[in-house]
């Protein structure tokens, strides 16, 4: 029986997308991912202002990444 969740390439990965953060109040950051806004959850990282890039996955802001980062990650995206 083969294992869903596995470190080689050939298998099941998730994927994060990145997002803008439009604001921050009690937990929740509102973002833009390519004009598309919703709220997710920002409990796992600290200090989140408007303007920052950030990665989301599964409805979670769970890591801060640079403007590069998110020029990077769009386009790797629209590749596939």
Same mark, same amino acid.
């Given at each position: 029986?083969?294992? !869903?969740?596995?470190?080689? !390439?050939? !298998?099941?990965?998730?994927? &994060?997308?990145s997002? !803008? /953060?439009?604001?921050?109040?009690? &937990?929740?950051?509102? /973002?833009? $991912?390519? &004009? $598309? @806004? @919703? ?7 600290q200090?989140?202002?408007? &303007? +920052? ?5 599964a409805?979670? $802001?769970? $890591?801060k990444?640079t ?11 629209? +590749?596939?």
């Open positions: 029986m083969q294992e !869903k969740y596995s470190m080689r !390439k050939d !298998k099941e990965m998730c994927v &994060g997308l997002a !803008k /953060v439009i604001s921050v109040q009690d &937990g929740v950051a509102l /973002v833009d $991912a390519e &004009g $598309a @806004r @919703r709220e997710v959850s920002a409990e796992l990282l200090d989140l202002d408007p &303007g +920052d890039y950030v990665m989301v996955h409805g979670a $802001a769970i $890591a990444i403007d590069d980062d998110e020029d990077e990650t769009d386009s790797l995206l629209e +590749d596939l």
